[in-house]
Nanobody
Framework: QVQLVESGGGLVQPGGSLRLSCAAS????????MYWFRQAPGKERELVAA????????NYADSVKGRFTISRDNAKSTVYLQMSRLKPEDTAVYYC??????????????WGQGTQVTVSS
């Protein structure tokens, strides 16, 4: 059974930090590129950060560059999003997404259930 389980969300004051985790199971994690998306109320889901299978060449939305860091631990089948200097506009539900990056896995992709991040004083 494939699962992506996010954790680490919550309420934080502006300027604060949070670390999101996404634990994967049921598939070969190291064969999948991993992404964090977010969706704020009334807005479309947007890509926040991406990391390839080996962990190099990460990419970020312009709005989070220099504040967020995506990383992965293939041994633990987990991807992380370290969020710093948080702003109220970062408030959203954050989703973990896995997309197959090998020939065998390319037809598969999976979403997590999301974790709420609220930035407010």
């Amino acid at each position: 059974q494939v699962q992506l389980v996010e954790s680490g969300g919550g309420l934080v004051q502006p300027g604060g930090s949070l670390r999101l985790s996404c634990a994967a199971s049921g598939f070969t994690f190291s064969s999948y590129a991993m992404y964090w998306f977010r969706q704020a109320p009334g807005k479309e889901r947007e890509l926040v950060a991406a990391i390839p299978t080996t962990g190099g060449n990460t990419n970020y939305a312009d709005s989070v560059k220099g504040r967020f860091t995506i990383s992965r631990d293939n041994a633990k089948s987990t991807v992380y999003l370290q969020m710093s200097r948080l702003k109220p506009e970062d408030t959203a539900v954050y989703y973990c997404y896995a997309k197959g990056a090998t020939v065998q896995a390319s037809a598969y992709d999976y979403w997590g259930q999301g974790t709420q991040v609220t930035v407010s004083s």
